[in-house]
């Protein structure tokens, strides 16, 4: 599986960003797919992901909206009332095994990262 992570960009805080996640090379119809971010100097963080039902971190919830199109085999974080530190390169991610969808460990397929900053 082949992730393509688009959609970043500069925003004012307050704003909002809708980041997308296209797969190639096999259908992700099955799959657990996980958003991430990693902000400068931190560790890379879990920020949401959905299979069956969807999961938020406590610091997105209610702000983001995670969401896929099989169709499409596309995957979407819709990000309102974006804040300064939601300023990070936000990666999607692919898992086709069981267990949590909050662990980063368990994801087998990257995309390559799209960089969102927020001002103030």
């Known amino acids: 599986v082949q992730l393509q992570a688009s959609g970043g960009g500069l925003v004012q805080a307050g704003g909002s960003l809708t980041l997308s996640c296209a797969a190639s090379?096999?259908?992700?119809?099955?799959?657990?797919m996980g958003w991430f971010r990693q902000a400068p100097g931190k560790e890379r963080e879990f920020v949401s992901s959905?299979?069956?039902?969807?999961v938020y971190s406590g610091s997105v919830k209610g702000r983001f909206t995670i969401s896929r199109d099989n169709a499409k085999n596309t995957v979407y974080l819709q990000m309102n009332s974006l804040k300064p530190e939601d300023t990070a390169v936000y990666y999607c991610?692919?898992?086709?095994?069981?267990?949590?969808?909050?662990?980063?460990?368990?994801?087998?397929?990257w995309g390559q990262g799209t960089k969102v900053t927020v001002s103030s």
């Open positions: 991610a692919a898992k086709a095994g069981l267990g949590s969808g909050t662990d980063q460990r368990l994801y087998e397929f």
């Open positions: 090379g096999r259908t992700i119809s099955s799959y657990a």
């Open positions: 959905i299979r069956l039902n969807t």
